[in-house]
C-alpha cells in the first residue's frame, strides 16, 4: 500500500522558511514516485483547499500559485522518492495543512495518491 507522508511543518515567525517533504513509503518493488507529477496543495480554515505548486514527473517543469511564486521552490529527488517544497518569506496568509499528491501530470486533477497534511502555521 502506497502513502504519501508530508513532514516539516510547524510553527515560525513571519518571514521565516520551512522545508516541507513528501516521501513515499510502503512502496514496492514496482513504484517510483517519479512515474508522477506531484503536487503541493493547502487548504485554511474555512477556505477551499488551493493549489501551491507543482513539479513534473521528470523535474523539468515546475509551477506556482501566484501568491507564493519567487518564495516558494519545489523540487524532486526521484532516487528518494521524495518532493519538497522550500517556503521563504513566509506570511500569516500561508498558514495552512499542506497536502502533497501524486498526478498524472500537472494540472489533470487525476489524482492517485495524497498525504495526511502538515500543518504550518506562520505568526508572531
Known amino acids: 500500500q502506497v502513502q504519501l507522508v508530508e513532514s516539516g511543518g510547524g510553527l515560525v515567525q513571519p518571514g521565516g522558511s520551512l522545508r516541507l517533504s513528501c516521501v513515499a513509503s510502503?512502496?514496492?518493488?514496482?513504484?517510483?514516485?517519479?512515474?508522477?507529477?506531484v503536487g503541493w496543495f493547502r487548504q485554511a480554515p474555512g477556505k477551499e483547499r488551493e493549489g501551491v505548486s507543482c513539479?513534473?514527473?521528470?523535474?523539468?517543469?515546475?509551477y506556482y500559485a501566484g501568491s507564493v511564486k519567487g518564495r516558494f521552490t519545489i523540487s524532486r529527488d526521484n532516487a528518494k522518492n521524495t518532493v519538497y517544497l522550500q517556503m521563504n518569506t513566509l506570511k500569516p496568509e500561508d498558514t495552512a495543512v499542506y497536502y502533497c499528491?501524486?498526478?498524472?501530470?500537472?494540472?489533470?486533477?487525476?489524482?492517485?495518491?495524497w498525504g495526511q497534511g502538515t500543518q504550518v502555521t506562520v505568526s508572531s
Open positions: 499528491a501524486a498526478e498524472f501530470e500537472c494540472g489533470s486533477h487525476l489524482y492517485d495518491y
Open positions: 510502503g512502496v514496492s518493488s514496482g513504484f517510483s514516485l517519479d512515474y508522477y507529477a
Open positions: 513539479i513534473s514527473s521528470s523535474g523539468d517543469s515546475t
